[in-house]
C-alpha cells in the first residue's frame, strides 16, 4: 500500500439511501473492480485515492463510505462535519431514491454549516437500463429530470455505472476540480480543526527529517 | 523622487531654523574627528622625514587664511551640497551640518600640508617636495595675499608646469572625486537632490578646478613672476622626474586620504541617517537600492541547484515515508478510524450530557454514578494480571489462530460479530515473511517490515474499535457490564499482541550477523518505541469507546 506524494487531501462523504450503489461505485473507483454482492456497510468505511486536477497538482481523494440504512442515520451525521465535498447518490431505477435526495442534502448541509461543500449529484447503475428489460430493471429517474434538479440546486450531475466503469472517474473528478477551483479562488482554505482539506506534506509530527538524518548515518556506515 | 513625507519636510526645515547651533556643535565634534585624521596620516608623513619640520609647521600655522583658501574647491563642492540641498528641498536635516562638518574636518586634515608646503619650500629642495601639491592652491591663496613673499617658492614652481598641472590634475581629480563622492552618497543615501543640479555644479567644479591656476588674479600674479622663473626651473630640472613622481605619490595619497575620508562622511551619514529615520532600510529595500543584481547564469545555476534539491528531497521523502510509522499508520486507515472514532465519541459525550441536563435532579446523581462505574469497569487491569485463559489455548496452536483464540474468548460477550479476520491474516503474513527472511535480508529490511507491520496491526486495532463502537450504538439489547468486560478485554489482548511482535521483530533483529551493532540497537530502540507508540493508540481508541458504552447504561 504505497502512497505517494501528494499536494493536497480533499475529504469527500457519499451519501444516500442504502442499496443505491455507494460503495461498489467508491469499489470500482479505487480497485477498478466491481463486486456482485456486497454486504451492507456499516457505519462508515473509507476508500482512497489520488488523481491529478487540471493543473497537474495531485489531490488524495479521502471518501467516507456511509452506510445507507437508517438504523446508522444516527451514527453517520456524526461524519459529516470534516467534508469538503460531498456525492449524493440515487439510483436511476429506483425513484425514492432520488425523492430523498433533497432530505439528504438539507441534511448535508446542516451538518457541514458553516462549511460550504462541493455537491454533485451521482445516478448510478445506468448499466442497468435499456438493454436488458427481462430483468425488471427499468429506469425511474430520467436524465432531464435529475439535471432539472441538479441546475436548480447549483450540483453537478452525472450518470455512472458501476459495473461498465461509465464516468465513474467523472463523478469524483468533477468534485475534487470544483473544490481545487474554489481554493484557488480563495474561498476555501486549509484550517485547523477542519479536515475537509488538509495539505498533503503536513505529516503529522513531521517526522520525515529525523529519518532522513538517520538514514543518512545509515548509509555512511554500510 | 519627491517626498511626500511630511516629517522630512518638517525636520529639514529644523535642520535650518537653528543652523549655527548645530554648526557649532558639529564643529565641536569634527575637531575630534581632525585630530583622528591627523594622527592616522602622521606616521605617512613621517617617513618622508618631514614629521619634524611638520610640527613645526603645525605650530606655525599662520592659520591665516590659506587653509580656506586653498580649499576654495571644498567650499564649493559644499555649496552644491548646500544648494541642492535646499532646491529639492528633501535632505534630511541631519546631513546638513555632518556633511558640513566632515568637510571641515577634511581642510582641518589638509591645513597640515598647507603649512608644511608653506614653510618648508625655503628651506631645501628635498623639503620643497611636498610644496607642489599646494602650491596650485597657494597660488589661488596668494591672489587673495599678494603680500606674501613667495618669490622664489613661486619661480621654479610656475616654471615646472608640468608638476603643476599633475598636480592640479591630482586635486582636480580628489575634488571631482569627493563631489561624486558627496553627491552619491546623497543619491544613495537619501536619493533626493536634484540630478541636474548636482551635475551643473560639479561641472562648474570641473571647470574652476583644473584651471584654478588660471583664475584670474592667479594668472596676473603668474604673469608677474613669469621672468623670474625661468632659472631656477632650469637649476632644478633634472629633478622633474623625482618631483613628479612625488607629486603622484602625494596624489595619490591625497586621493587615498581623501578617499577615507569619504568612506567616513558616507558612513557617518549613514548612520545619521538610520538613526534619525528607522525605515531607512525598509526604503531602501523598498526602493530596490540594496539589490546587488544577481548575474543571469547565476540565477540559474541556483534554480537548477535547488531543483536537483527539490527532486532529491522528494525522493528522500519518499524513502522516508517507507519507515515512517505515522505516514503508514496513516495510509493504513488507521488514522481516519481513530479520527472518526474520536467524532463519534465526542458526539455521543455531548449526547450523555444533554441527558443528564435534562434528567431531573434527583436522578442526575444516579446517572453521574453510572457513568462513574463504567468508567472504572473500563480502567485497565494492573500489568501482572496473568490471564487464566492463556492456560488453556492449547500449545500446538498456530500462532494466528490462538490469536483468533484470545480474541473471540476476550470479546465473546459482547453480543456482536466482530470481524478478526484481517488481524489474524495480517499476522499471519507478517509471521510468514519472518520465516522466510534469509541471510540477504538486510537490516534496514527488517526494520521496515516491523515499523509497517506494527502501524497495520495499530490500524486494523482503530478499525476494529471504530466498528465495534457503530456496531455497539445500533444494537438493540446493550449489556453494559459485559461490553466494558469486553473492550477492556479485547484492549488486553491487543497491546501483548503488540508486544509480542515487536519481540518477534526484535529478536529478528538483534540475531542478524550485521557488523553494524550500534544501527541494530538504532532500530531495535525505534521498534520498542513504535510499539509503544501502538500500545498508547489503542488503549487511546479503548478510551474513546467509553462514552458509547456509557450511552448504554443511562
Redesign the interface.
Known amino acids: 500500500m504505497v502512497d505517494p506524494i501528494f499536494d493536497y487531501q480533499f475529504r469527500l462523504i457519499l451519501i444516500g439511501d442504502s442499496t443505491v450503489g455507494k460503495s461498489s461505485l467508491l469499489k470500482y473507483f479505487t480497485d477498478g473492480k466491481f463486486a456482485e454482492l456486497s454486504d451492507p456497510t456499516v457505519g462508515v468505511d473509507f476508500f482512497a485515492r489520488i488523481i491529478e486536477v487540471q493543473d497537474g497538482t495531485r489531490i488524495k481523494l479521502q471518501l467516507w463510505d456511509t452506510a445507507g440504512q437508517e438504523r446508522f442515520r444516527s451514527i453517520t451525521k456524526s461524519y459529516y462535519r470534516n467534508s469538503v465535498g460531498a456525492l449524493l447518490v440515487y439510483d436511476v431505477c429506483n425513484r425514492s431514491s432520488f425523492e430523498h435526495i433533497p432530505l439528504w442534502m438539507m441534511e448535508a448541509k446542516r451538518h457541514i454549516e458553516p462549511h460550504r461543500p462541493v455537491f454533485a449529484l451521482v445516478g448510478c447503475k445506468v448499466d442497468l437500463v435499456g438493454t436488458d428489460n427481462k430483468n425488471g430493471a427499468r429506469r425511474e429517474v430520467s436524465c432531464e429530470e435529475a439535471r432539472m434538479f441538479a441546475e436548480e440546486n447549483g450540483l453537478h450531475h452525472v450518470e455512472t455505472s458501476a459495473k461498465t466503469g461509465q464516468n465513474v472517474e467523472q463523478a469524483f473528478i468533477l468534485v475534487a476540480q470544483e473544490v481545487y477551483n474554489r481554493i484557488q479562488t480563495g474561498e476555501y482554505k486549509v484550517e485547523d480543526g477542519w479536515d475537509g482539506i488538509k495539505t498533503g506534506f503536513n505529516r503529522p509530527n513531521g517526522m520525515d527529517f529525523n529519518l532522513l538524518e538517520a538514514e543518512t548515518v545509515q548509509s555512511t556506515c554500510c | 523622487m519627491p517626498s511626500s513625507d511630511s516629517d522630512d519636510f518638517e525636520s529639514a526645515d529644523e535642520g535650518r531654523s537653528s543652523p549655527n547651533k548645530r554648526e557649532r556643535k558639529k564643529r565641536l565634534s569634527s575637531s575630534n574627528y581632525s585630530d583622528n585624521f591627523e594622527s592616522d596620516h602622521e606616521p605617512q608623513k613621517s617617513e618622508d622625514q618631514l614629521s619634524t619640520k611638520l610640527k613645526e609647521a603645525t605650530t606655525l600655522s599662520n592659520k591665516l587664511d590659506n587653509a580656506e583658501d586653498g580649499w576654495d574647491d571644498f567650499d564649493i563642492d559644499n555649496e552644491a551640497i548646500e544648494t541642492s540641498k535646499i532646491v529639492p528641498e528633501k535632505t534630511i536635516s541631519a546631513l546638513k551640518p555632518e556633511s558640513k562638518a566632515n568637510t571641515d574636518e577634511a581642510q582641518s586634515g589638509w591645513d597640515d600640508f598647507d603649512d608644511w608646503g608653506d614653510n618648508d619650500n625655503s628651506d631645501n629642495i628635498q623639503d620643497t617636495q611636498p610644496e607642489q601639491p599646494l602650491n596650485n592652491q597657494q597660488q589661488t591663496s596668494t591672489a587673495k595675499h599678494p603680500d606674501q613673499p613667495k618669490s622664489d617658492g613661486w619661480g621654479w614652481g610656475w616654471g615646472v608646469d608640468s608638476i603643476l598641472s599633475t598636480a592640479t590634475a591630482g586635486i582636480s581629480t580628489l575634488t571631482t572625486q569627493v563631489s561624486q563622492g558627496i553627491s552619491t552618497v546623497l543619491e544613495t543615501g537619501i536619493g533626493a537632490p536634484d540630478p541636474e543640479e548636482l551635475a551643473k555644479k560639479s561641472v562648474k567644479t570641473h571647470e574652476s578646478n583644473p584651471n584654478s591656476t588660471e583664475s584670474k588674479p592667479t594668472e596676473s600674479e603668474e604673469k608677474k613672476f613669469e621672468p623670474s622663473v625661468n632659472d631656477s626651473s632650469f637649476q632644478f630640472g633634472n629633478l622633474l622626474s623625482g618631483v613628479t613622481k612625488f607629486v603622484e605619490s602625494t596624489g595619490t595619497k591625497v586621493i587615498a586620504g581623501g578617499l577615507d575620508t569619504l568612506e567616513t562622511i558616507g558612513k557617518k551619514t549613514m548612520e545619521v541617517l538610520q538613526e534619525g529615520d528607522p525605515g531607512l532600510a525598509k526604503k531602501k529595500a523598498l526602493l530596490g537600492l540594496d539589490t546587488d543584481k544577481p548575474v543571469l547564469s547565476q540565477v540559474l545555476r541556483e534554480a537548477k541547484a535547488k531543483a536537483d534539491e527539490e527532486d532529491l528531497m522528494?525522493e528522500?521523502?519518499?524513502?522516508?515515508?517507507?519507515?515512517?510509522y505515522?505516514?503508514l499508520f496513516?495510509?493504513?486507515?488507521g488514522?481516519?478510524?481513530l479520527?472518526?472514532l474520536e467524532?463519534?465519541s465526542?458526539?455521543l459525550r455531548m449526547r450523555i450530557d444533554e441527558r443528564l441536563r435534562a434528567a431531573p435532579p434527583d436522578k442526575r446523581l444516579d446517572i453521574k454514578e453510572t457513568l462513574q462505574q463504567v468508567a472504572e469497569l473500563c480502567e485497565m487491569p494492573e500489568e501482572d494480571d496473568e490471564d487464566e485463559d492463556e492456560e488453556q489455548i492449547s500449545e500446538d496452536m498456530s500462532k494466528p489462530d490462538a490469536l483468533h483464540e484470545r480474541l473471540q474468548r476476550a470479546t465473546r460477550d459482547i453480543g456482536l460479530k466482530l470481524q478478526f479476520q484481517p488481524l489474524i491474516k495480517q499476522y499471519t503474513e507478517i509471521l510468514t515473511w519472518l520465516e522466510s527472511m534469509d541471510s540477504d535480508t538486510t537490516i534496514?529490511a527488517i526494520y521496515k517490515k516491523s515499523v509497517s507491520g506494527l502501524a497495520q496491526t495499530t490500524a486494523l486495532s482503530m478499525e476494529l474499535y471504530?466498528?465495534t463502537a457503530?456496531?455497539l450504538?445500533?444494537k438493540n439489547r446493550r449489556s453494559t457490564a459485559d461490553e466494558a468486560d469486553a473492550l477492556t478485554q479485547l484492549t488486553v489482548v491487543l497491546t501483548k499482541h503488540i508486544s509480542e511482535l515487536a519481540t518477534q521483530f526484535t529478536e529478528k533483529l538483534s540475531s542478524h550477523p550485521s557488523e553494524?551493532k550500534?544501527?541494530v540497537n538504532?532500530y531495535i530502540t525505534n521498534v520498542f518505541l513504535e510499539a509503544g507508540n501502538s500500545s498508547k493508540y489503542i488503549e487511546n481508541a479503548f478510551q474513546l469507546t467509553l462514552p458509547i458504552i456509557q450511552i448504554g447504561a443511562v
Not at chain 2, 318 to 324: D, L
Not at chain 2, 330 to 333: A, I, K, N, S
Open positions: 522528494r528522500a521523502k519518499r524513502e522516508a515515508k517507507e519507515v515512517h505515522e505516514t496513516d495510509d493504513y486507515e488514522l481516519v478510524h479520527e472518526a467524532m463519534l465526542r458526539q534496514k471504530h466498528k457503530e456496531m450504538l445500533v553494524d550500534e544501527q538504532n
